[in-house]
């Protein structure tokens, strides 16, 4: 990992965006030990979508080279103005239009938020056709609200078995969300059910499949996402206090 800057070079605001993600880092990882999980178990997601790319530099800066983004226009917009960053991934976390699916691709490493079959057979057919293999995780809706994206647990086996057998997609795992504003004790029961779900399917597809990434957590449930076996959380709002 590259150093930081000097703090005495830092305009205030490139400090605040430093301080509060070498806050959330800690953060995190003093979630980890409480759970007895290695310190590198989780990768953190700095979620750009409240800020323009220079503020996005500032976290990159800062040490956050993992980006998400949920509306493609802003995520190739960030990613062009961006460009001369080395060492960046972009995360699709939100919904991606069929349309949009050609020009997104050469900019992300994942994609988090695979909701459809049709989503998914026009980003493999792309992925082929532009010589890439993308990492996918299904998005899975576990809570009984009928509003939220994702599909229900019984849609996700079809989905994945369908998914296997695509050149161009590397199925890794599960995204999910919990109900907005439940305690973190419900979103933990949420997203362990999460857990449990892909536990269940890893066993029954066997060596076909890889399923170990769990994409769970934004900032007011991260701990819960973290305690119910997260690999990657989603940060936004906590890594932008004090700048939006
Ligand atoms: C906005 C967003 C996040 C980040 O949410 P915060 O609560 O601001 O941390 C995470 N995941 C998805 C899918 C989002 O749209």
Redesign the pocket.
């Known amino acids: 990992m590259s150093s930081d800057p000097p703090l005495s070079s830092q305009t205030p605001q490139a400090a605040l965006v430093a301080s509060n993600y070498r806050r959330a880092v800690d953060s995190v990882h003093d979630a980890l030990e409480r759970c007895g999980r290695p310190q590198d178990s989780v990768r953190i997601i700095g979620?750009t979508?409240y800020v323009d790319a220079s503020l996005t530099r500032l976290l990159v800066a800062a040490g956050c080279r993992q980006l998400?983004e949920?509306r493609p226009q802003s995520l190739w917009q960030k990613a062009t103005e961006l460009a001369d960053l080395t060492g960046l991934e972009w995360h699709m976390?939100?919904h991606l239009q069929r349309n949009k699916v050609a020009r997104t691709l050469p900019l992300i490493g994942w994609m988090h938020?695979l909701d459809s079959l049709r989503l998914a057979e026009t980003l493999d057919a792309e992925a082929i056709k532009q010589g890439k293999r993308l990492r996918v995780l299904v998005e899975v809706n576990v809570t009984s609200e009928s509003s939220k994206t994702g599909l229900s647990a019984g849609q996700v086996e079809p989905v994945i078995e369908r998914l296997i057998s695509c050149a161009g997609l590397e199925v890794s795992g599960l995204m999910a969300?919990s109900t907005a504003g439940v305690e973190l004790a419900e979103a933990r029961r949420e997203f362990e059910a999460v857990r449990e779900l892909r536990d269940a399917l890893q066993l029954r597809l066997g060596t076909a499949v890889n399923l170990g990434e769990l994409s769970m957590g934004?900032?007011?449930d991260y701990p819960a996402g973290i305690a119910a076996g997260a690999t990657m959380i989603?940060?936004?709002?906590?890594l932008w206090t004090g700048l939006i």
């Not at 989603?234 to 906590?238: C, E, K, Q």
């Open positions: 979620v979508k998400g949920s976390i939100g938020s969300m934004m900032s007011d989603r940060l936004g709002s906590l």
